[in-house]
Every structure is written in structure tokens, then in C-alpha cells.
């Protein structure tokens, strides 16, 4: 496959690293931190007590991009200087990975706006200084969104909104305002559909909106919404059912996408299912995805072995015949799909 086109989701401040594993360690003097680079002369990234005297440390996780946000804002010179270091180290990774958009998103570092418009300017302006990609700016809230599209650099290409829908109607006039390309989400205003009638339902009412501000053809990534195979067999095969429809209806002139790492949430050996799912995706008519691209991409998808037993598992799983997994899962305990 030739084009896949990868919106990179790694700079979001919902993404968690365990606590007690490979990327947090306890630091020389007392503290933990983030560990990043090169295993040889790895560097670090101070956490701060907010955060392992927070909840989400008592739970075994911290939110590292968060992290990298409240250092780069309130740490001192050092601790800004790592957490510039971090989110940079964060972005050319993605983008040496063949990222097309770097997706940036803030919703989670606080409740306030005031401050999350900040973070989003500050983030974006961090990441902008260390890749040439484009921005895919990320927020259920326009407020932020406008921020943070207008701290966009407009040379390197049309920035992204992720995302608008029937529910969030209102961010639509602010992506026509800067031009931006759009994640147009099968949602509705207040139910996430997961038949294909649906989503086609709701992305009709949603198009005319979009043509109404001028945001057409490529311009538009839809999304037809991924859950997870753990909580409902189906849920796999309804979104791949759904992007083939999408398309029909559609035709080549948009794109289609989904966070499609989401299908693997409470599963294990999760790398494989996310890539087995996307080449399945691909080959009934999506050409994008808002995944990690050193997992995801063009290159490693053109590399699947579609006759191995764990691509062959992971596919019925994914299309049903393995309704409940079963298979899947034995496969999983006698160690026959590989690494995790």
C-alpha cells in the first residue's frame, strides 16, 4: 500500500505510562520520572508531586504528556527545559515514522479553559519548533481549538480539527475560519451509534453542515467511530462493515480514519490486533488512522504477514468467525501470537 495517511496521537495529555514500568523510573536523589532516548544515555523528565500525590498515581498510572505541560509551565529551569526536550523527542519520533499530522490534545490537563488555552498554545508552538508536519489540534471545546489553530503554523499545510459532529456543531465554523481539515465523527448529538444505518444516518445530516462552511472532499476524514471487541464481538466487524458503506456512498473524494487502536482496549497482544485491524480496514476502503505510527503505518502494514496463524487469529477474531475469542485468547495463553 502506497498511502496511508497517519494523524500521530502520541502529544496527548490523556496518554498514561504505568507506574513501575519501562518509561517511569525512581530518579538518583529521590523522585520518579519519565525515561525517553536512547537506552544507552537515556534522559528523564522530573515528575512532580502533583502528580504522584495524585489519584492517578495511586492507580498505577501518570499521564506523561501532562507531565511535559505542567514542568514546561510551573517547573523550574531544568525541568522546562526537559519537558520541551520531551514533547520534541515525542514529535520527531512520529514524524521519522512517516506521521502525515501531529495530533495535539489538551482536554485532560485541567478543568479550566483559561489554562488549557495556554497549555495549547505553549504545546503547539513546542512541537512546531521540533517537526514540519502540520497540526491536528484535538478538543471537544472551540474555545481551545481556536486557540490552538491559531497558533498553527500556516506554511507547513492546512491544520486538523479532531473532531466535529452532529454534538460538537460548533466547532465547524471555527475549522472553516482557519481552513482546517476536519475529523467528521459519526456521532450524534447524543448517542454514538454502532450500526452502520447509524452512522450513514448521522454523517448525512453532518455533510450538509460541512458543505455549508466550505469544508469538502479531502478535507474531510471521516470517522465512523471504533469500540472495543472486548465489550461486544460485533463491535470490529460493525466498523468494518461501516467504512466499506462509507465509502459506497462517499466515493474517493474523502478520506476515512478512526482512532483504531480503540478496538484492542482489554485485550492482549493489543500491537497485533491494532495492526491486523487496520489492514482490514484499508482493504474496505479507509486510507487514514489517528494511531501511534511507530506501530501504524504504510511501511509496517505493506510488512504484515497475512498468512501467519497470529495475522489469521487476529483476523477472525475481527470479522467474527471467532465470535467470543476464543480462539484468540487460547492462542494468547500457549504463547502462539507472538510478543505483546
Not at 501518570?62 to 514529535?91: E, I, N, T
Not at 471487541?229 to 466498523?239: E, G, K, L
Request: proline share 5%; net charge neutral; glycine share 8%.
Amino acid at each position: 500500500m502506497s498511502t496511508f495517511i497517519v494523524i500521530g496521537e502520541n502529544i496527548h495529555c490523556t496518554r498514561i505510562y504505568k507506574v513501575g514500568g519501562a518509561f517511569v523510573k525512581p530518579m538518583e536523589g529521590g523522585g520518579q520520572a519519565i525515561v525517553y532516548g536512547d537506552k544507552s544515555a537515556p534522559r528523564s523528565l522530573p515528575i512532580p508531586k502533583a502528580f504522584t500525590e495524585g489519584a492517578d498515581w495511586q492507580a498505577g498510572k501518570v499521564k506523561h504528556c501532562a507531565v511535559a505541560a505542567w514542568q514546561g509551565l510551573h517547573g523550574d529551569a531544568p525541568a522546562r527545559a526537559a519537558a520541551v526536550d520531551y514533547l520534541q523527542f515525542l514529535a520527531r519520533k512520529q514524524e521519522a515514522a512517516d506521521a502525515a499530522f501531529l495530533d495535539v490534545n489538551v482536554d485532560e490537563y485541567s478543568t479550566d479553559v483559561a489554562e488549557r488555552v495556554t497549555v495549547i498554545q505553549w504545546m503547539a508552538k513546542v512541537v512546531q519548533e521540533a517537526s514540519r508536519l502540520p497540526l491536528s489540534i484535538d478538543s471537544s471545546n472551540p474555545t481551545i481549538l481556536r486557540a490552538g489553530l491559531a497558533a498553527c503554523d500556516a506554511a507547513r499545510g492546512r491544520p486538523m480539527v479532531n473532531s466535529v459532529s452532529l454534538e460538537r456543531a460548533d466547532s465547524i465554523p471555527v475549522a472553516a475560519e482557519f481552513k482546517a481539515r476536519v475529523v467528521a465523527s459519526a456521532a450524534g448529538e447524543k448517542d454514538l451509534p454502532s450500526t452502520t444505518e447509524g452512522r450513514l444516518e448521522n454523517l448525512a445530516r453532518l455533510f450538509p453542515k460541512l458543505e455549508a462552511a466550505g469544508i469538502r472532499g479531502d478535507a474531510v476524514y471521516v470517522d465512523p467511530l471504533v469500540f472495543p471487541v472486548a465489550t461486544d464481538s460485533a463491535n470490529a466487524r460493525s466498523f468494518l462493515e461501516a467504512v466499506a458503506a462509507v465509502r459506497k456512498t462517499y466515493g474517493p473524494a474523502i478520506h476515512i480514519t478512526g482512532g483504531l487502536s480503540n478496538v484492542s482496549f482489554g485485550m492482549p497482544n493489543r500491537k497485533l490486533i491494532n495492526q491486523v485491524f487496520t489492514d482490514l480496514a484499508v482493504a474496505r476502503g479507509a486510507d487514514s488512522g489517528i494511531v501511534d505510527p511507530l506501530q501504524i503505518n504504510a511501511k509496517i502494514l505493506a510488512g504484515l504477514d497475512r498468512s501467519a496463524e497470529p495475522y489469521r487469529l487476529a483476523q477472525a477474531l475481527l470479522e467474527g468467525s471467532d465470535e467470543f475469542g476464543a480462539e484468540y485468547l487460547t492462542a494468547h495463553r500457549e504463547g502462539r501470537l507472538g510478543k505483546e
